[in-house]
């Protein structure tokens, strides 16, 4: 079934909407809005935290939904990568839709309490070199169930059913799906405040992803070096867990100033060619869709664009 044509993003700057109209396979943009959160509305921590004072959040949510000509019932969620992280895990057998498995293959991977979290699986195609005892591979979500909790609280108490949410990359992805679709491996940047997300992705599907937090004033010199370190080392890192599998291309959403520069970090270090992500990359849209900034827009189209089961 189609996701419905709504879309919030939810971050520690802002929270934001847009809504979509299809027409066959071309997308419009209807209505958008954004208001602006007070610095300290979330409490800080590896992934996120929940709202310091709920009803202020609630409050915020119903200003900006009830400021809407026509405010949704249904929508989607896109959060930051910082909050809603993923990881990959072999499985002996398909999920079942039981966590138990999940959440001990988590416990393995990652170095938060498992229990706090909300946790979702995607089946993936399996890697030529799966384990032949364990042949499945599923794409691993993750969050805080608390701060999930209180978001989805403040939207239905402003009349809006929260469905799917997903990470910005991860939309993005959606969005670029029909460039993604063939066996060329795409490495997909999207560039926030605080960090980057870099994911690999085959055929649709994400082979790698990785998120990774750069602190708050590092001289750009010093900036710049430790980007394209991390980015060789994920590199390194790719070629030993998929080998045979070359980096065809990059695509990289990021804010203005910094598409260029994060062009050239990656062609430099992935060894291929980069482009910042743009119009042409996306799902067809109308003709009177302005330009504006994609690594804002593109994730909640894709949030909207993707059927879900």
């Not at 209807?30 to 300290?40: I, K, N, Q, V």
């Not at 969050?143 to 939309?171: M, P, Y």
């Not at 490495?187 to 708050?216: C, Q, T, W």
């Not at 695509?251 to 203005?256: H, K, N, Q, S, W």
Request: without cysteine.
């Amino acid at each position: 079934m189609a996701a419905p044509p709504h879309a919030f993003r939810v971050d520690a700057q802002s929270i934001a909407y847009a809504g979509f109209r299809r027409e066959g396979e071309v997308y419009a943009v209807g209505e958008t809005a954004e208001t602006p959160l007070p610095s300290d509305t979330f409490h800080e921590g590896l992934l996120g935290g929940p709202p310091r004072d709920a009803e202020r959040f609630r409050a915020a949510v119903a200003e900006l939904v009830g400021g809407l000509s026509h405010p949704p019932r249904e929508a989607s969620l896109v959060l930051p990568d910082a909050w809603l992280r993923v990881a990959f895990a072999d499985l002996a057998a398909p999920p079942d839709g039981g966590d138990e498995v999940l959440r001990w293959k988590l416990k393995r991977l990652v170095p938060f309490r498992v229990d706090e979290l909300r946790l979702t699986a995607q089946s993936l195609t399996p890697l030529p070199q799966q384990p032949d005892d364990e042949p499945y591979r599923v794409l691993l979500g993750f969050a805080g169930e608390a701060l999930l909790a209180q978001i989805e609280d403040a939207f239905a108490a402003a009349g809006v059913r929260l469905g799917r949410i997903t990470s910005a990359s991860l939309a993005l992805v959606s969005a670029l799906a029909r460039r993604l679709s063939d066996d060329t491996l795409t490495a997909v940047a999207l560039v926030e405040d605080g960090g980057y997300a870099l994911a690999f992705v085959r055929g649709g599907e994400p082979v790698l992803h990785r998120y990774k937090a750069l602190a708050g004033g590092m001289p750009e010199g010093a900036r710049d070096g430790l980007v394209l370190r991390d980015l060789r080392l994920t590199r390194g890192f790719l070629a030993e867990q998929v080998p045979g599998m070359p980096i065809g291309r990059a695509l990289v959403a990021a804010p203005g100033p910094e598409r260029g520069p994060w062009s050239e970090r990656l062609a430099q270090a992935l060894d291929a060619p980069a482009e910042a992500v743009g119009r042409d990359h996306l799902p067809p849209l109308d003709a009177a869709v302005p330009r504006t900034d994609w690594n804002r827009l593109a994730p909640l189209l894709g949030a909207v664009a993707r059927e879900v089961a």
